[in-house]
């Protein structure tokens, strides 16, 4: 008996890290960085940003602040229809995320947050 608890003893302990240990959970968002590119900030329940530029023909990053307790997001389409997405973030509360936007062609572009579809802006690819 004695023998079996020293070798479930460490087995338990193991297991108990390892799911304690938070791993990367592929789908959530990093941590921006300052510098990193436009930032697009969620206050209040609407976009502060409602305008925002991107180099053409290059993929970029975008930092989304999401200063509401509220989940919020930014999704971009082609246009204001958003019958056509070009990008999905992930949703996040009262959190940061990067963003890697694919590159657009010049053009401008219709962004929202999938949750709440009155807070919209544009994209300007330059």
């Known amino acids: 008996m004695k023998r079996i608890r020293m070798i479930l ?10 799911a304690c240990s938070g791993g990367s959970g592929g789908s959530s ?3 921006a960085s300052p510098g990193s590119g436009p930032q697009i900030v969620a206050k209040d329940m609407k976009f502060q940003q409602t305008k925002v530029e991107l180099p053409a023909n290059k993929v970029d990053s975008v930092a989304f602040v999401n200063q509401d307790g509220a989940p919020h997001n930014v999704a971009i389409f082609t246009d204001s229809s958003a019958s056509k997405s070009l990008f999905v973030g992930d949703v996040i509360s009262n959190s940061t995320a990067t963003y ?10 219709f962004f929202r947050c999938d949750v709440h579809h009155e807070m919209t802006g544009s994209i300007t690819a330059k």
């Open 9 to 18: 003893g460490p087995l338990a302990l193991a297991v108990g890290l390892a």
């Open 29 to 31: 968002p990093a941590v």
């Open 100 to 109: 890697q936007i694919p590159a657009l062609a010049p053009g401008t572009y």
